[in-house]
């Protein structure tokens, strides 16, 4: 049985786990603390000074996590008590174990990138709830809200799509089937550039018609296994008509 290969870290100097918590995680983080700190007003008008007394704690936090990050310290566990915490704190220990180092901590630049980056995420949650009465904000709600609006011509002319396929779809013969298929894969795909965390919270709205793209698209897939993909369901298809045959 093949070994599973070692999991990409920010110690693979220049991959793309590197440039991630080198550059995106602590940019995004940047953008965090900016947007509390653009409520801050927000926050006076909503809850007096205790609103931005807990805006001055999350940024405080939020900061002082950006700092672990750049210094590449230890990952320490949760510490705010929520449905999750204890779920995180044992796959901490658990990735602890793992390691060889002589302290046996976790560090942000020697542990699993997405490890690292999903983790990145929770604690700018704990941030967030451990400073009521602004606990229930969304800092990625802008920016998500954003990219959807100026996304919009691109989404409607996708639905539009969408929706004369339904209709169509019975009449379709097995290659146009087959070319309808690798489309929606591809707009799948390439529905991962408008990710507000691989662009580090830039704008990464999808302002053009996708599906007109595609073509011009294709030499940028590294590796294309639609091909193989539709023949194993065509083959599935196929089993299974002949076992309804059978039953019959």
Not at 19 to 38: A, E, F, G, M
Not at 44 to 69: D, M, P, T
Not at 172 to 181: P, R
Not at 229 to 235: A, E, F, G, I
Request: charged share 30%; hydrophobic share 35%; with cysteine.
């Amino acid at each position: 049985m093949a070994v599973v290969p070692a999991s990409l870290s920010g110690q693979d100097v220049g991959s793309f786990a590197y440039l991630t918590i080198k550059d995106r995680i602590p940019q995004i983080l940047t953008k965090v603390i900016d947007t509390l700190h653009r409520h801050k007003r927000e926050f006076f008008e909503k809850h007096g000074e205790e609103g931005v007394e807990a805006e001055k704690k999350a940024i405080s936090l939020l900061s002082k996590l950006r700092n672990e990050l750049q210094t590449d310290k230890p990952i320490i566990p949760l510490v705010e008590k929520f449905v999750d915490t204890d779920i995180w704190n044992q796959y901490l220990e658990y990735q602890q174990s793992l390691l060889n180092e002589s302290d046996g901590k976790s560090r942000w630049f020697y542990s699993p990138w997405l490890f690292v980056e999903c983790y990145m995420y929770r604690r700018i949650h704990e941030a967030i709830i451990q400073s009521p009465p602004i606990d229930y904000f969304d800092v990625f709600k802008e920016s998500k809200e954003q990219n959807f609006y100026e996304s919009q011509e691109s989404v409607i002319a996708l639905c539009t799509h969408l929706q004369q396929l339904i209709k169509t779809i019975e009449d379709l013969d097995e290659n146009q089937l087959k070319d309808e298929f690798f489309k929606l894969l591809q707009i799948s795909l390439w529905g991962n550039k408008c990710d507000l965390s691989l662009s580090g919270g830039e704008s990464s709205s999808q302002k053009t018609d996708v599906l007109n793209s595609l073509e011009d698209l294709k030499p940028f897939i590294l590796l294309n296994d639609m091909e193989h993909l539709w023949s194993l369901l065509s083959n599935c298809k196929k089993t299974r008509e002949k076992r309804k045959s059978f039953c019959y």
